[in-house]
């Protein structure tokens, strides 16, 4: 039988393998589009880069906003950090930035293992790892000046170590790493902000922990957090002269709670009156241009846009969040963002790396809630967290599910693992 072999197999030699193997996948996919195609250029990568070399000009906290947009000065400040750092090192060249990409997604194939590991079993960890290292959603963005694979990177960590917490070792030097791994998340994202929450079960839920340790363990956890948060906390105070925590963004809930008044919120939802789309139609200058061309992109494809009703929008969402393929043009989220049709090897690479697992993934999350074990429940939690979350507050995004593909590779193994089981064992009988 194929997991028979595999837990007879020296775990940390195949390890090692599959880590080199997707190492060179990697390396030779972002060298190959970094000489023959030009990385993604998208305007995204030019937010973290003007960002980066706004640090070089004025150092690392960058008090002066005012030669950046809105977009630019409203980012959280790891990623463009780490640029600047290779900016600073290496002159301004994209092929170290690569390189580390390479390195960041690589090591997902091995941290995928242990995530398997712990939450379920040592086979479904192993073959987790086996299908990571050709999953083409952590290979695409290698050759980006995205935080996609940093990103995916830290959220493998930040899950890592929870389950490291609650199955191998429940010490404070544990808590540390994780609150470390949590904050470095949440400087590269602010959406990840919503996660502090997964603390509470972490702890009070720890069977290893009498109530006092939950108590102070809870307590220096957000001590931990806190103090870490505390440089960037202080610079947003000294440069938008109120509390904003991480980046302007947050500051849609925080300013209506501690009583700012600001009407200038970053939003990521397309506001569009009847009177601008019919101008943008008819082929009349907007005010805002770069919305002139996104609507006249989508209506290239044939469509015209309207905006959605507030359940259109949850179900579209949903399945843009989710979708492992896209044959057809479309209207996404609101009802003015246009996405067009994937490639055939684009869809067909998705389809047989992500697609085909959904299934078992069902299954997975049926043996899951069966179990009632603390790791597996966690896990659920977070993929429904950051389901809901995605299509109701925040702007939904294919690319925004990529980071919890972990989990939703381990449990459809797990799901495989259980119907293998259950197979076998019939056959037995």
Known sequence: MLHFNLINYPVRRLLTILFI??????????????????????SDDWAYIKFAEEMLKQGVFVPDISGLTKTQSGITPFFPFLIYLSYKLFGFN?????????FLSSSITVLIYYIGLYAFNNTVGLLSSIWSV?????????????????????????????????????????????????VLLIHTDERYLIYFILFVPIIFLNNKLNQKQKVLSFIYVSILIFIFMLPWLIRNYEVYHRPVILSERTALFTDKFLGHRNDNYFSQEIQLSNETLDSIVKGMPVHDMTLYNLINRGISYGSYPRKYSAFEKLYIDFKELWRPFRFSNMWVSEGYRPEGKWSLVHNLSLIAT?????????IGIYYCLRSIKLSS???ISIITIHTVIHITVLLSQNRYRIPIDIIIIAIAFYGIFKLSSRFNYESTK
Not at 30 to 36: D, T
Not at 138 to 159: M, N, T
């Open 21 to 42: 193997f997707s190492l060179f996948i990697r390396l030779v996919y972002g060298l190959y589009s970094f000489y023959y195609n030009n990385p993604s250029n998208i």
């Open 94 to 102: 994209s092929l170290p930035l690569i390189v580390m990409n390479t």
């Open 134 to 182: 050709i999953y083409v959603n952590s290979i695409r963005w290698v050759p980006s000046l995205l935080k996609e694979d940093l990103l995916q990177f830290l959220f493998a960590v930040f899950v890592f170590m929870i389950l490291y917490y609650l199955v191998k070792e429940s010490s404070y030097k544990s808590l540390l790493i994780l609150s470390l791994s949590f």
């Open 354 to 362: 992500y697609g085909l697992l959904l299934p078992f993934f069902i």
């Open 377 to 379: 429940i966690i896990l």
